[in-house]
T-cell receptor, first 109, second 114 residues
Framework: RKEVEQDPGPFNVPEGATVAFNCTYS??????FFWYRQDCRKEPKLLMS???SGNEDGRFTAQLNRASQYISLLIRDSKLSDSATYLC??????????FGAGTRLAVHP | EAGVVQSPRYKIIEKKQPVAFWCNPI?????LYWYLQNLGQGPELLIR????????DSQLPKDRFSAERLKGVDSTLKIQPAELGDSAVYLC????????????FGPGTRLTVL
């Protein structure tokens, strides 16, 4: 079983749609969680950290459920520029980030 | 502020040849990482440096891969000899002292082994 698992997608949605991505992790001792964004043939970039209380950054909302070892990312009012791969990332201990394989999002006009 | 710099951006070599990748982290970042990213997968850590010390190289295939960060700034990752399965993107990242949570990635080197 992979340490961080994501639905690979692709998710094809129209502009303006709301889309949600899910991620599960296997190490219950993990302490910090993130979503990174990776555009095609580019490097990953931090999108947002994920806190137990949930956090929001504009159109993006991240949630963490420690009991279920589950992380989510909600994107509201999707834009064409949101098209990318979204990587779920967990600090797996010993200061090591574990990346999921990513979920691909394609927003179309 | 300049980001993480990597070179070359692309490299095509024949199998059994050696290859080297270079990385210059963000100024002042003590921690440097080398990752391997295969198509359709997330980055996987190869080695992490704190200044010039390799503190986690457990995922580095030491029979053919080597890395160095002699002065605690820039770093080189080498493969000798390269195999077909080494074709991937090699990403370098850095983070400030005291945190590994926020990592800044370079553009990567795309290696093709023929």
């Amino acid at each position: 079983r992979k340490e961080v698992e994501q639905d690979p997608g692709p998710f094809n949605v129209p502009e303006g749609a709301t889309v949600a991505f899910n991620c599960t992790y296997s190490n219950s001792a993990s302490q910090s969680f993130f979503w990174y964004r990776q555009d095609c043939r580019k490097e990953p970039k931090l999108l947002m950290s994920v806190y137990s209380s949930g956090n929001e950054d504009g159109r993006f909302t991240a949630q963490l459920n420690r009991a279920s070892q589950y992380i989510s990312l909600l994107i509201r009012d999707s834009k064409l520029s949101d098209s990318a791969t979204y990587l779920c990332v967990v600090n797996g201990g010993y200061n090591k980030l574990i990346f999921g394989a990513g979920t691909r999002l394609a927003v179309h006009p | 502020e300049a980001g993480v710099v990597q070179s070359p951006r692309y490299k095509i070599i024949e199998k059994k040849q050696p290859v080297a990748f270079w990385c210059n982290p963000i100024s002042g970042h003590n921690t440097l990482y080398w990752y391997l990213q295969n198509l359709g997968q997330g980055p996987e850590l190869l080695i992490r440096y704190e200044n010039e010390e390799a503190v986690d190289d457990s995922q580095l295939p030491k029979d053919r891969f080597s890395a160095e960060r002699l002065k605690g700034v820039d770093s080189t990752l080498k493969i000798q000899p390269a195999e077909l399965g080494d074709s991937a993107v090699y990403l370098c990242a850095s983070s400030p002292a005291g945190t590994t949570d926020t990592q800044y990635f370079g553009p990567g080197t795309r290696l093709t082994v023929l």
